[in-house]
């Protein structure tokens, strides 16, 4: 007898799919999350009047939710690599355009101070002719975008007094301020913009008050920034305005207080710079070299080019942006325009050297770089990168990248150069190349290391016993 042929077994693509959604349509409906679920959302759709028989089934929910998931991949796929791309080309196009507009801004202000010492009066004196300039405000939790006004301010003249607002005045007017007056007053004083400070003086510029300051300070303009000052729906300095003796800068844009206190709530890290390569000694550089060298690059560039490169950028020895957290663009040439002055060491001079985070630049800093710049006759202040501040203080510290704390302590009257992304370990080849003749530490507590000193490769390390350094 013959033997009965085998049942065919030839599965063919389609019949393995449908067998496979079989069982996996069969498998997600009776499972009890989707049950559960699917019944919350009928209990939902039966409140808003939906009928009985429109309610969803557990099939349909499956279905859906799966149609939407493949949607979101394919999309993901398909298009997320080109959306990146163009993100990261509209960041460089933002980035060139807030350069350009950061040039324009000096040329402008350029233009503005050469109007003002052709409409200024002359002065009955043998001596060149002064323009004092006046600027007034608040500067509470005062950070680099202050003290970039006072340069801006400054450009506008020669000679710049601010009036730091009364603890009274302020409270009135907007609430009570983080720091008192002699706080305020330290931190405006400590800025190397700054000629002269007046205290206690009013929120709001009134007419007397205004006659009291062009008479006493024989200030020539009062100066403010762009954004409008408004209390109890008037402007604070309309009595200027009428006199035809105010003028404005602009804004620095990406920084403010509301934006450093929005990083102490958020927790994030975003505002880092991360560190591509170790530091060694030979990647010291100092503020005044690095000039230097940017320098040498623009004689190659040419003296047209008014591009400017960012001090941390994809290229460079110090790092990269992590996020866009802080929005402020730090450029070669704002960094110049910070470093106004900055020379190295003449020989035979007293290099001192300190070292810190300096994050949220504060008057204790001021009050201990103070002190350390006594001991010399030239202080280095060193600022650690922002992994090695993050590694020891941990969480989103440091709240100010190391581009706004380089600008913060170039801002200060006391240091004469900066040593960038400082190495945390003091080298005897970094005492060397800086000619550091004395190292200088604050102390943490009142009872630990007050007025000790001890040697490091041959140079005294002082810790200073009255001021603690952060």
């Known amino acids: 007898m013959a033997s ?7 599965i063919t693509p389609l019949s393995l799919f449908l067998t496979l959604r079989r069982f996996v349509l069969q498998t997600c409906t009776t499972h009890p999350l989707i049950t559960t679920c699917v019944s919350h959302i009928n209990v939902l759709l039966l409140k808003v009047g939906i009928p009985e028989k429109s309610l969803l089934t557990n099939e349909e929910f499956v279905l859906t ?11 993901y796929v398909l298009f997320g690599g080109r959306h990146r791309r163009k ?32 409409s200024s009066p002359s002065r009955p004196s043998k001596q060149p002719r002064q323009i004092r300039i006046f600027m007034d405000g608040a500067f509470d939790v ?20 601010v009036g730091v607002n009364s603890d009274e005045s302020i409270t009135t007017c907007k609430g009570p301020p983080l720091m008192n007056d002699n706080e305020r007053l330290t931190m405006v004083e400590g800025c190397k913009f700054v000629d002269e400070v007046v205290p206690n003086c009013p929120y709001i510029m009134t007419s007397e008050y205004l006659e009291y300051i062009f008479t006493t300070y024989q200030v020539d303009y009062v100066v403010h920034g762009d954004d409008p000052c408004i209390v109890d729906g008037k402007d604070v300095y309309a009595s200027a305005k009428k006199r035809g003796r105010y003028r404005s800068i602009p804004r620095t844009e990406g920084v403010s207080t509301t934006d450093i206190v929005g990083r102490m709530l958020l927790m994030t890290k975003e505002h880092h710079m991360r560190r591509s390569r170790g530091n060694s000694v030979g990647s010291v550089r100092s503020v005044s070299g690095m000039l230097d060298e940017a320098e040498d690059e623009d004689r190659h560039r040419g003296e047209d080019d008014d591009s400017d490169n960012e001090i941390l950028n994809e290229d460079s020895d ?13 450029t070669t040439n704002l960094l110049r325009l910070f470093s106004a002055g900055v020379k190295p060491p003449e020989e035979g001079m007293k290099v001192v050297y300190v070292d810190g985070a300096w994050d949220m630049f504060h008057c204790g800093h001021v009050a201990f770089l103070k002190e350390a710049s006594k001991r010399g006759d030239y202080l280095i202040v060193g600022i650690h990168g922002d ?21 913060s302590v170039l801002g200060c009257k006391y240091a004469n150069d900066v040593l960038i992304d400082a190495p945390v370990e003091i080298t005897a080849d970094m005492i060397a190349s800086l000619k550091i003749s004395e ?28 001021i603690h350094h952060c």
């Not at 992590?322 to 402020?328: A, E, R, Y």
């Not at 993050?390 to 510290?397: E, W």
């Open 87 to 118: 993100r990261r080309r509209l960041a460089e196009e933002l980035r060139e355009a807030q350069r350009q507009v950061h040039n324009l801004e000096e040329k402008l202000l350029a233009a503005k101070r050469l109007e003002i010492l052709a």
């Open 65 to 75: 939710s799966t149609a939407g998931v493949v949607t979101l991949v394919g999309y």
């Open 142 to 161: 005062m950070h680099y975008g202050h003290m970039n006004a006072f340069r801006l301010g400054r450009s506008l003249g020669t000679y710049l007094i």
């Open 4 to 10: 009965e042929a085998p049942p065919s077994t030839n």
């Open 318 to 330: 110090y790092g990269t942006p992590l996020g866009n957290q802080s929005k402020f663009l730090t």
């Open 439 to 466: 190292v200088v530490h604050g102390t943490e507590s009142d009872s630990t290391c007050t007025g000790k000193i001890f040697l490091l490769h041959g140079l005294a390390v002082y810790f200073n016993s009255h």
């Open 387 to 407: 992994a090695a501040v993050n590694k020891r203080r941990g969480g989103n510290l440091p709240l100010m990248n190391l581009h706004e704390r380089v600008l």
